[in-house]
DNA sequence: GTGATTTTTTAACATATGTAAAAAAATACA
DNA sequence: TGTATTTTTTTACATATGTTAAAAAATCAC
């Protein structure tokens, strides 16, 4: 439990006081491999960290899969379309291995942040990050193709080609399996 | 300059305290069409408010042009890439039109946000939203083929087309001016 | 280890999009 | 109004990617 604040530490400090609180509010819950942790249409409650394992958050669309991101051990996250404004999550989470996050729910996020500037600043700065990440995303699919996509993804990613399918690589990047297939047989 | 306090709260309520405080340091500066408002490499200082005009937030890749986003009249922007961080800013950004902006530097939003736990929130929901709608492009330019993601424009920012060339709106897709004006005559 | 299942690759063909160059249309301005 | 400039469209061709189906390879379960 103790990772959680530690990761919120170094985004952000927080205050003695923060950290007691978020230790006696955490929440713990362990997914075997393949496990939904937040199903479509399910308002996502919480803000999430993981512990051990790996996620990965998708939705389909048009008979096709789509990957929005991975998260794997030591990073923060949440469905962002239903956390912001609390209305039935589009995406879909599950574990792509087993899994063990730890987790305060909105409406304890909610109360640190309205009780401890500490927290909201750190909230802020998290947000933050994750937005800048999400646009480095959107200039990728902007300008590169889906070989420059793939290189990147290998190049951002190598600790954990070996825990994701080429399939879920695929679908990540946005095209068909059969097209990656290809990528990688051209090098 | 009173619209920049409505739009925050519009987002989260201020304290009157800090409107006041807002409202002291605010800036003001006009542009002409075609002036440059943040240049590649520099890095952006402010929190911008579009009092009047059109701005576009683009970047040179590859002997190409991409625009991330158009920004009208009644909104805040910042250059998030170099906000965050304050280090150079990779995109430029110009006035499609005469512009009027209105504006906090770096130093002063953050002196807010230290000192009033009302900004901080109002920062932190005002990030959620920019978030949240960079992951909304993200989703679109996975999913949708340029056909689509130009249906999805011309729906979105109707009010917006007779504003913007064609070759603009091109580049915020992520074609070429040659693939829109197909796309166009198919219809 | 062996057979079943899942994942990955290959092949064949169709469509979408890029590039270059030129034509056409719209706009700016003297 | 007429000319220059800019924007948009069209044409022709090349490449990238999607789809379907089948083959090959890897992994799983017993």
Do not use: C, K, M, V
């Given at each position: 439990m103790a990772d959680f604040i530690h990761y919120c530490n170094s985004i952000s400090p927080l205050s003695k006081e923060v950290m007691n609180e978020i230790l006696s509010k955490l929440k713990s819950r362990t997914f075997v491999k393949g496990d939904l942790i937040n199903k479509q249409g399910q308002v996502c409650?919480?803000?999430f960290f993981i512990e051990k394992g790996l996620v990965k958050h998708f939705y389909h669309s048009k008979n096709r899969v789509f990957i929005l991101r991975f998260f794997p051990e030591n990073n923060l996250f949440t469905i962002l379309d239903s956390?912001?404004?609390?209305?039935?999550?589009?995406?879909?989470t599950i574990a792509l291995e087993d899994t063990t996050l730890t987790y305060l729910e909105y409406n304890e996020v909610e109360e640190l942040c309205r009780n401890h500037h500490s927290f909201e600043t750190f909230m802020r700065k998290y947000i933050s990050f994750a937005?800048?990440?999400i646009l480095k995303r959107n200039k990728e699919m902007l300008e590169d193709d889906a070989t420059e996509r793939y290189n990147g993804f290998v190049k951002e990613n190598s600790h954990l080609l070996q825990r994701i399918s080429l399939g879920d690589i695929a679908s990540y990047l946005g095209i068909s399996q059969v097209s990656l297939s290809r990528i990688r047989a051209k090098k």
């Open positions: 409650r919480d803000l956390y912001i404004n609390q209305t039935p999550a589009e995406f879909i937005a800048f990440n």
